[in-house]
């Protein structure tokens, strides 16, 4: 084995040895708790709808330690709730399949909304279009809706979270105020239907005292043919005199990570600026909330910019809550939302389903026996852009800007747009997503392909001029070895007499670079367009979201180190085994393309012994990443694994025909490059007609001036330098 290559391998075998030493030390140093079984309960009596139910955390900042009083008792603010009958939670709409995802029918409910009478909160909602997991048999797919949100329990103490919990109310009297926790509150329930829509009616009255001060509505309407979940508050003032109250209000909460490698949860906002045009606002994942100081961050719109809407979204779906302006505004965004602060409500590093968000309401100024009232739609379903296209409203309020964050940085949204409409266009065409990826992948490459046949024909040039030309720059090396600087001249002087372009080899990578953002978008499009969800492509790949799992395990396995960047491993999945093989063997096909003709004599170091060759070194480095790559890819989409496969054996065919092409350009002498005439007494060089430099020579005419000027002035600062100094 080569020095070179043996310092390499022990090079990544420490690192190696580092991370594992370093990930068992935080283990030791940070052990996770231990789990507390979740309490049980029958139907009647669930966990969060009894007064024995624990309280959830109150507002971070001025309410920060106040706990949720007994139900239809007095707080220590002197407020209260009326005490009211338990009642049974109701369901709106229906959760059943229907067939035909993002066509819904005008008469079909998109989902099933579970509503609560404790908090006026929602228990889970179902989607009725998409289901949990790919039905074993398709003539009889079974009961399956798409859990989006849930319950969440902390393990720990039992306590349960519910989605749009009203937490609390703050009664503002001047310059005094009084708080009352609402989160375990328990509110009457009623339901109501008509022919379009099913409607949830929810009301509480707050004492002070044992005289009613305060009466809550809430109400939820769905209606059929629609994803948004219609929420209206009402506060009436039963006082005699004027009050201003804050309600906190609680977002969504238990929606499910759909990705084993990658946390895609986080909460978005969208903001206004003061000229009306929607601009990304703020996102953050649950780490990001876990770093602040009470697992709480407030989302600033910034100066003269307003917070249209938030989010809690995954990858593929997300609960959109917007708050509707009054009827009499021109404006997108609520004068009642004050702000909003971003939540995770358990103080546990093993939680990941606490997330949520806080929207805090203001009333204004309740006249005696007025009633003031905000209205929110939450859109509850998939992140579909072909569902938000036939949607006006989804439109206007750009919803799309709830996928940004979830596109990689290093492409253009334009690019993704139009890898996405190509994708749709080759599926309309033919009706199976698996080969649509396919036909993209010729797509992407037959527009490439002039760059890519240039490039390599150009590398093979430089690759015969630099053979030809070694001899003679060996020459000039050694003659000019200790001046640096004549040696550069005479260098590209014998670069422009032969007529070599020693930038040419640039060309040759070029082609990469132009793929690179392609690629990139086409990657973030299959990995996160909820239309291949449950997308059969053939055999045993069955869903092109998810890995191909042609052998499934009963139990799950972690690889050292790597399960942190890879996931677990659940099944076998042959497609990335395969991918893996058709990378290596594209790897060692352009290795033998790029190889030169005329074998290169080998280096020696002032001892007489061979230098490493830095190329060979890269090509080994590249045939480990490949299979490096490999354990990566293990838990990607098929999808994905499909699409660098295609990518794969198309470039190994085009990269025959390049060869092929280049092998009778060779028999025909026209990789020869024509030597320039040298130059003439007047001092013109062979750059053009006129006598006038290349592009090349004053490239390096102007990098020669500037080298030169900083070390003038690095012989400047020396000189001043030595001036300062004492002498004794």
């Known amino acids: 084995m080569e020095p070179q290559t043996r310092r390499t391998l022990i090079a990544i075998a420490l690192c190696l040895i580092v991370m594992f ?9 940070y052990p996770p708790r231990p789990a507390v079984p979740a309490p049980t309960a029958d139907a009647t009596s669930r966990p969060g709808d009894g007064a024995t139910a624990a309280s959830s955390p109150s507002d971070a900042g001025a309410t920060a330690g106040i706990t949720a009083p007994p139900v239809g008792a007095t707080s220590a603010t002197g407020l209260s709730v009326s005490d009211v009958a338990a009642a049974e939670p109701v369901l709106l709409g229906d959760d059943h399949f229907v067939p035909g995802m993002g066509k819904l029918p005008t008469d079909k ?36 809706p798409y859990q989006l949100l849930n319950e969440v329990h902390d393990a720990r103490d039992g306590r349960v979270l519910h989605s749009f919990v009203i937490e609390q109310i703050k009664l503002i009297e001047g310059s005094s105020s009084q708080t009352l926790d609402l989160s375990n509150a328990k509110w009457e329930l009623t339901k109501s239907t008509d022919g379009e829509a099913e409607t949830a009616l ?14 809550l509505s809430r109400t939820y309407r769905l209606d059929r043919g629609t994803y948004h979940l219609k929420i209206a508050t009402s506060v009436e003032n039963l006082s005699q005199q004027p009050r201003k109250v804050i309600i906190t209000e609680r977002g969504p909460v238990g929606i499910r990570n759909d990705d084993p490698q990658r ?50 979204g995954s990858k593929y779906f997300a609960c959109i809550v917007c708050p509707l302006p009054t009827s ?26 606490d997330l949520s968000f806080a929207q805090y309401f203001t009333t204004g100024d309740i006249a005696p026996g007025a009633i003031r009232e905000y209205t929110i739609e939450a859109y509850c379903g998939p992140k579909s852009k072909q ?101 550069q001249e005479e260098t590209m002087r014998l670069y422009r007499e032969e007529g ?22 086409l990657w973030t499009s299959l990995n996160t367009n909820v239309d291949l969800r449950h997308e059969p492509f053939f055999w045993w790949i069955r869903d092109l979201s998810a890995p191909d799992a042609l052998i499934p395990f009963s139990s799950s396995y972690k690889i050292p180190l790597l399960w942190h960047m890879m996931g677990p491993i659940n099944s076998f999945n042959l497609l990335p085994i395969i991918m893996t093989i058709t990378m290596y ?29 830095p190329m060979a070194q890269q090509q080994k480095m590249m045939n480990f990443m490949t299979i490096f790559f490999g354990l990566l890819f293990y838990n990607f989409p098929s999808g994905l694994n499909l699409y660098i496969l295609s990518s794969n054996l198309l470039g190994m065919l085009e990269q025959y025909r390049i060869k092929k092409h280049i092998r009778e350009k060779d028999e025909r002498g026209e990789l020869e490059v024509k030597r320039r005439p040298p130059e003439d007494s007047s001092g013109k060089g062979p750059g053009g007609a006129n006598g006038k430099p290349g592009w090349l020579e004053r490239i390096a005419k102007a990098a020669d001036e500037a080298r030169k000027v900083q070390s003038a002035r690095q012989q400047e600062l020396a000189a001043k330098k030595r001036k300062k100094q004492p002498r004794f």
């Not at 030493?21 to 140093?29: D, H, L």
């Not at 929810?202 to 009466?215: K, Y």
């Not at 993704?416 to 992948?441: E, H, R, S």
């Not at 063997?585 to 060759?613: H, R, S, Y």
Request: proline share 6%; with cysteine.
């Open 263 to 312: 946390e895609f949860r986080r909460i978005v906002t969208a903001v206004v600026d003061a000229d009306g045009k929607f601009i990304d606002g703020a996102h953050a994942l649950r780490s990001d909330i876990a770093k602040e100081e009470g697992l709480s961050k407030e989302f600033l719109p910034g100066e003269s910019k307003h917070t249209v809407w938030a989010a809690l």
């Open 585 to 613: 063997a594209q790897q060692k096909f352009m290795q033998k393309l790029t190889k030169p003709a005329v074998p290169v004599p080998p280096k020696l170091d002032e001892q007489g012994n061979p230098i490493p060759d």
């Open 202 to 215: 929810l009301r509480t009255v707050v004492r002070s005292g044992g005289a009613p001060l305060l009466r």
């Open 500 to 521: 070599v372009n020693p930038a040419g080899g640039i060309l040759g990578c070029l082609p990469m670079l132009l793929q690179m953002p392609i690629w990139v978008a």
């Open 109 to 144: 409910f998109a989902m099933a909304v579970e509503v609560s009478p404790v908090g006026a909160g929602v228990r889970s909602i179902k989607l009725s279009q998409y289901r949990n997991h790919v039905p074993k048999d398709k003539k009889n797919p079974g009961y399956d």
């Open 387 to 487: 569902l938000w296209d036939a949607m006006p409203v989804a439109q206007q309020r750009h919803y799309e800007i709830s996928q940004h964050a979830d596109q990689s940085g290093c492409t253009f949204r334009a690019i993704t747009a139009v890898m996405l409409w190509l994708l749709t266009l080759a599926y309309k065409g033919v009706g199976n997503y698996g080969i649509a990826i396919i036909i993209l992948v010729l797509v992407v490459r037959t527009i490439l392909h002039p760059i890519t046949k240039r490039g390599q024909i150009n590398m093979m040039k430089m690759q015969k001029s630099m053979a030809s030309l070694k001899p003679k720059l060996d020459a000039i090396q050694q003659q000019h070895k200790n001046d640096k600087q004549k040696l």
């Open 328 to 353: 009499e505004s021109k404006q997108v965004y609520s004068d009642s939302l004050v702000k909003v602060v971003g939540r995770a409500y358990f103080d546990d590093a093993a939680a990941t389903d």
């Open 21 to 29: 030493g370093w990930v068992k030390m935080m283990e030791m140093m």
